[in-house]
């Protein structure tokens, strides 16, 4: 079989690159698996990646792109000696890693071959592929990928490029290892951690801008920096965190007060951006990797199996079945509640899940409450059938993080409520439907307080 395929192989491998790095291997192997004969494999093969080679800008990347092309100004270099696995017998090989930058962003990349420059070239990158690096983007260049010099480039130069990237909140992802923002603290606290074995102070918080909230972290201390300080942070790390970035302040970074003469020329205030987030569509949370603290308004479509009360491992937390935990075998589990449902706006679906303290609100019983209904009933799934019935098709608002993923957008949520304007709107719709009278519209402060309706 090997005979008949090799020659396709080698064709593939001259026109795409590096055919194991790039998937392309496994797709041909499917392509053979399901009988397709080699030749025909390799045309559509060739026409699925090689016919509409991608040529990129820093900005579009994220992760699971392959054969793609990139043309960007080497902004740092470095080079270590990787030792070769046991066994092996060559000899240490050699990856070259650093910053390649264009006028949209710049991002880390690793080589295992030298590049045809140094810093300040600009070099061109055909069939170039992302790995994801702890938890951030990486670009990668492999054996298979053509680089070339570029001489004569419209590239921006390398001071201007080497001078990181002023974004916005909402702008900051995965793609970018240091930036410049200027937004205002809305949250902050300071506590002692240890790291690496030693006692050190840090700060954390959130900070906010007209755009969103991004959680962030300081390992130097900000005096005079406080809830509600407008601030300018020059040369921060991105982080990646549980799939969210982070804005990481070190001896590094600038950071400075934002004076109120310039305050006042901000697209927003603290009192603007420390107000509850407005809902957004589901169409969008869709459209990033992930998103911190938005709020989402739709309808329950369907409640998920695993719904309802589960059992956790006391040392682990994780799920238990049958009083078996996964890693620390026989335990007496400890009972617990949640909700998984798909929550949908008309623009996008997406399954949220509430964690305990939420399930009872939105639910309307208590943990205790849906053990007894559980203990009373034959059906082992009586819960789940009972929040089944109760919850598909409520109008509800959720508050928390959002993050994207192969199986779509996933959100945990942090708060939950009937939005009351929508409450009010459909009240006043209903009773215009009913008739005309809309004395009879009921006193909206005799069901609504605060941010919302409580659920019953
Ligand atoms: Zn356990």
């Known amino acids: 079989m090997y005979e008949k395929i090799a020659p396709h192989l080698e064709e593939l491998t001259r026109?795409?690159?590096?055919?194991?790095?790039?998937?392309?291997?496994?797709?041909?192997?499917?392509?053979?698996?399901?009988?397709?004969?080699?030749?025909?494999?390799?045309?559509?093969?060739?026409?699925?990646?090689?016919?509409?080679?991608?040529?990129?800008?820093?900005?579009d990347l994220s992760a699971n792109l392959k054969n793609f092309e990139l043309t960007g100004r080497i902004l740092d270099l470095g080079e270590k000696s990787i030792r070769p696995q046991a066994g092996a017998p060559e000899k240490p090989s050699k990856l070259y890693t650093g910053v390649l930058a264009d006028e949209t962003g710049s991002v880390l990349f690793s080589s295992w071959k030298e590049l045809p420059g140094s810093i300040g070239d600009v070099v061109n990158i055909k069939n170039a592929y992302i790995r994801i690096w702890?938890?951030?983007?990486?670009?990668?260049?492999?054996?298979?990928?053509?680089?070339?010099?570029?001489?004569?480039?419209?590239?921006?130069?390398?001071?201007?490029?080497?001078?990181?990237?002023?974004?916005?909140?909402?702008?900051?992802?995965a793609v970018d290892f240091s930036v410049d923002t200027v937004a205002c603290v809305l949250q902050l606290s300071r506590r002692e951690a240890i790291v690496k074995g030693r006692q050190s102070r840090m700060i954390s918080g959130v900070l906010a801008d007209e755009t969103g909230r991004l959680p962030f972290t300081a390992w130097i201390e900000l005096p005079g920096i406080d809830i509600g300080s407008i601030i300018r942070i020059e040369g921060a790390q991105v982080r990646m965190f549980r799939g969210m970035p982070s804005v990481n302040i070190l001896s590094s970074t600038k950071v400075s007060s934002v004076g109120p003469e310039e305050a006042g020329k901000l697209a927003f205030t603290f009192e603007s951006a420390a107000k509850d987030p407005v809902p957004i569509k589901i169409e969008e949370l869709g459209?990033?990797?992930?998103?911190?603290?938005?709020?989402?308004?739709?309808?329950?479509?369907?409640?998920?199996?695993?719904?309802?009360?589960?059992?956790?491992?006391?040392?682990?937390?994780r799920v238990i079945q049958k009083?078996?935990?996964?890693?620390?075998?026989?335990?007496?589990?400890?009972?617990?509640?949640?909700?998984?449902?798909?929550?949908?706006?008309?623009?996008?679906?997406?399954?949220?899940?509430?964690?305990?303290?939420?399930?009872?609100?939105?639910?309307?019983?208590?943990l205790e409450e849906a053990e007894q209904l559980m203990f009373s009933d034959v059906s082992k799934d009586a819960v789940y059938e009972d929040l089944r019935r109760f919850l598909t098709g409520r109008y509800l608002a959720v508050r928390g993080n959002s993050s994207k993923s192969e199986f779509g957008v996933s959100f945990v949520a942090e708060n939950a409520w009937v939005p009351e304007d929508d409450l009010a709107v459909r009240v006043v719709e209903l009773l215009r439907r009913l008739g005309p009278d809309e004395e009879n519209v009921p006193d909206k402060n005799s069901q609504v307080s605060g941010g919302g309706i409580e659920l019953a």
């Open 134 to 173: 702890q938890n951030r983007i990486r670009l990668s260049i492999g054996e298979q990928s053509p680089v070339s010099k570029i001489s004569d480039s419209s590239l921006p130069p390398l001071s201007e490029l080497s001078a990181s990237y002023k974004k916005k909140l909402i702008d900051i992802g």
């Open 15 to 59: 026109a795409l690159g590096d055919l194991e790095k790039t998937g392309i291997r496994a797709e041909f192997d499917k392509l053979i698996a399901f009988r397709v004969p080699p030749d025909v494999a390799k045309e559509s093969i060739l026409r699925k990646f090689g016919g509409k080679r991608k040529v990129l800008k820093v900005k």
């Open 287 to 317: 459209s990033r990797d992930s998103m911190f603290d938005v709020s989402v308004a739709g309808n329950l479509v369907s409640v998920r199996p695993g719904s309802g009360i589960i059992s956790r491992c006391p040392e682990c937390s």
């Open 323 to 366: 009083g078996n935990c996964r890693v620390h075998g026989k335990v007496e589990g400890i009972w617990d509640m949640r909700i998984k449902a798909i929550l949908d706006d008309g623009t996008g679906s997406m399954s949220v899940m509430f964690p305990r303290e939420l399930a009872e609100t939105i639910y309307g019983k208590t």
